[in-house]
């Protein structure tokens, strides 16, 4: 089993659409999740972290964190064709002091 | 703020050569940068931690004596890939832990495209 696992797509929804991005991680110890959002050729820039159960929201992104189900998720309200990327959750397990990537997630934001 | 810079952007070297790539944090001091690579279509793989002032510690499967990483400043981080060959070409990323941050604190500096020829 991979420690962070999300599905590779492509996800393809239309513009104005909510995109609904899934990870789930092995490690139950682990304390903070990330999402990151990298283009072709660029490397990762951080959209956001959560660390508490629940919704975190901040701007048209929100990250929904459920422990028990070892479940992160992005939501994108307003899809745009700029948000059209690979988003990359990462799990941050404090005993390693270091980031675990998952595979990513392509999407694409369609006119 | 929280600027790191990758020198360079690009390199194209012949088998068998050495490759120094520079990871410097402009803007913090930084006890702890990680380096990362990038095959194709894959993700992040975490291949050292570097520490300031100390030895690397290099992720399973890593050969050390090839990636040698030197971390002689609190903003200066460099990752040496020795008698590079074709297999090491990759996308080089290393990222940047503020000395002062939270330790899942990282900032990522914009990648080495390398090509092993």
């Known amino acids: 089993q991979k420690e962070v696992e999300q599905n590779s797509g492509p996800l393809s929804v239309p513009e104005g659409a909510i995109a609904s991005l899934n990870c789930t991680y092995s490690d139950r110890g682990s304390q903070s999740f990330f999402w990151y959002r990298q283009y072709s050729g660029k490397s990762p820039e951080l959209i956001m972290f959560i660390y508490s159960n629940g919704d975190k929201e901040d701007g048209r992104f929100t990250a929904q964190l459920n422990k028990a189900s070892q479940y992160v998720s992005l939501l994108i309200r307003d899809s745009q064709p700029s948000d059209s990327a690979t988003y990359l959750c990462?799990?941050?397990?404090?005993?390693?002091?270091?980031?675990?990537f998952g595979t990513g997630t392509r999407l694409q934001v369609t006119l | 703020g929280a600027v790191v810079s990758q020198h360079p952007s690009r390199v194209i070297c012949k088998s068998g050569t050495s490759v120094k790539i520079e990871c410097r944090s402009l803007?913090?001091?930084?006890?702890?940068m990680f380096w990362y690579r990038q095959f194709p279509k894959q993700s992040l793989m975490l291949m050292a931690t570097?520490?300031?002032?100390?030895?690397?510690?290099?992720e399973q499967g890593v050969e050390k004596d090839k990636f040698l990483i030197n971390h002689a400043s609190l903003t200066l981080s460099t990752l040496t890939v020795t008698s590079a060959h074709p297999e090491d070409s990759s996308f080089y990323i290393c990222?940047?832990?503020?000395?002062?941050?939270?330790?899942?604190?990282?900032?990522f500096g914009p990648g080495t495209r390398l090509t092993v020829t």
């Open positions: 803007d913090f001091q930084a006890t702890t």
């Open positions: 990462a799990v941050f397990t404090g005993t390693a002091s270091k980031l675990t």
């Open positions: 990222s940047a832990r503020p000395t002062a941050g939270e330790l899942y604190e990282q900032y």
């Open positions: 570097s520490n300031e002032g100390s030895k690397a510690t290099y």
